[in-house]
């Protein structure tokens, strides 16, 4: 294992051996972003198979859109992105995302998860409403399951999202900081439901401003200003230094950020 970080032209690089792992994702010079906005630049990077990755970076650094190509929401302008996963990946939008007045009940979001797997007439199948209220009871928002979504406080919205997400069977599972402005309760339950996912196997990438949650990860692509500066294994690649350089922290002498331009693999 090594992590290198020199100034400018520099080599950031977490040789944990998450990044010699099978690839779910990877993802060659991309570039992407919103009409003439390009936000990311030149991103090169891998997504390990079977394990828990988390993508950091200060507010605007791009970790949305990178998960936006991810999921083939958001197409490259540049590069390119290969999944080898054979189902679509399932992906948990930032609950701010998704609008307050949705007039359905939990119940119906959860089981909007199953859409892309029901047959012409979107009948859902008994086993399609077995695995709704599987969700539902792993998530514990059963008991919520006749509210109307929009009636339900920011955290148990998070949770039927994430349920929602389950819903898909992806093997490949996206989180939009998924446990952002979460109480501990709804955190723990949202981290031990990840955490059961990636143990089945499935590919599990969030993002996150959370260093204690992102240590917990297997894997971690650091962003800044749309560039992927480091990735790696979390401690690794979120030493004190790197951390105070990415996010502009007072107190360290760190000129500037290191860039990452050349990586494993
Ligand atoms: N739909 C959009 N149209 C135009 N620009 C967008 C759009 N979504 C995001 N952006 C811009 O892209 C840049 C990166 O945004 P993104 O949401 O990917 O960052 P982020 O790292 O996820 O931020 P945060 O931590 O605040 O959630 C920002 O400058 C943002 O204003």
């Known amino acids: 294992m090594k992590i290198i970080i020199k100034s400018k032209a520099s080599i950031v690089e ?24 390009v936000v990311l630049h030149g991103v090169t990077a891998r997504v390990p198979a079977g394990r828990a990755t988390v993508v950091l970076g200060p507010n605007g650094s791009g970790k949305t859109t990178l998960l936006n190509v991810i999921a083939g929401v ?25 609008a307050d007045t949705l007039p359905m009940t939990v119940r119906q979001a959860v089981a909007m998860g199953r859409w892309a797997r029901l047959g012409p007439w979107r ?47 992806s093997d490949l599972l996206l989180l939009d900081e998924p446990s952002t402005g979460l109480d ?38 650091l962003l800044d200003e749309g560039r992927l500066v480091a990735q790696g294994a979390p401690a690794d690649v979120l030493t004190e230094d790197t951390v105070h350089a990415v996010w502009r922290l007072p107190g360290r002498p760190v000129a500037r950020p290191p860039e990452m331009t050349n990586l494993p693999g």
């Not at 999944?83 to 948990?92: F, I, M």
């Not at 998530?139 to 148990?156: H, K, N, P």
């Not at 499935?202 to 996150?208: A, F, G, N, W």
Request: aromatic fraction near 2%.
């Open 14 to 37: 977490g040789m944990a051996s998450t990044v010699r792992d099978q690839p779910a994702v990877v993802l060659r010079e991309v570039s992407a972003g919103y009409a003439r906005h």
């Open 74 to 98: 958001v197409a490259p302008v540049a590069g390119s992105v290969r999944r080898t996963s054979v189902r679509l990946p399932a992906y948990v939008p930032q609950r701010s995302a998704v």
């Open 123 to 169: 009948r859902q199948s008994g086993k399609d409403r077995e695995i709704v209220r599987e969700c539902l009871r792993r998530l514990a928002i059963d008991d919520l399951a006749a509210r109307q979504l929009g009636a339900l406080s920011g955290g148990q919205r998070q949770r039927a999202l994430v349920a929602q997400g389950l819903a898909q069977r």
């Open 184 to 221: 501990l309760g709804a955190r723990g339950r949202i981290a031990d439901v990840l955490h059961q996912e990636r143990a089945a196997g499935r590919t599990v990438v969030r993002t996150t401003h959370d260093l204690a949650e992102a240590l917990r990860a297997d894997h971690c692509l």
